[in-house]
């Protein structure tokens, strides 16, 4: 019913910056939150940002003042500015969510993730 398309991951050095996507599509009447998950290896995934329809955010300490999410409802889109990247952000990156079908059920959706190496 939901669809969510991340891209923008990639190698990158220790210092630089990256910027995810996700698009969302589907059977979508509205989404309200939205969000970016991560995934380091061998460790549970968790949220490190997230983002209310109305533009309100809240970040996980560990990337407060390095990473940005902003979205664009009218796109659906939902982006992660990442800068100042260290090694320890190194780890799949998942897009997050909770979308308000036509059917005006809430269901909330996660992408197929994309990954991000940040190297020292």
């Known amino acids: 019913q939901v669809h969510l398309v991340e891209s923008g991951g990639g190698l990158v050095q220790a210092g630089g910056s990256v910027r995810l996507s996700c698009a969302a599509s589907?059977?979508?009447?509205?989404?309200?939150?939205m969000g970016w998950g991560r995934q380091a290896p061998g460790k549970q995934r968790e949220l490190v940002a997230s983002?209310?329809?109305?533009?309100?955010?809240d970040y996980a300490d560990s990337v407060k003042g390095r990473f940005t999410i902003s979205r664009d409802n009218a796109k659906n889109t939902v982006y992660l500015q990442m800068d100042s990247l260290k090694p320890e952000d190194t780890g799949d990156y998942y897009c997050?969510?909770?979308?308000?079908?036509?059917?005006?059920?809430?269901?909330?959706?996660w992408g197929q993730g994309t990954q991000v190496t940040v190297s020292s």
């Open positions: 997050n969510a909770v979308v308000v079908t036509t059917a005006r059920s809430i269901v909330s959706s």
């Open positions: 589907g059977s979508i009447f509205t989404i309200n939150n």
């Open positions: 983002i209310s329809r109305g533009g309100s955010t």
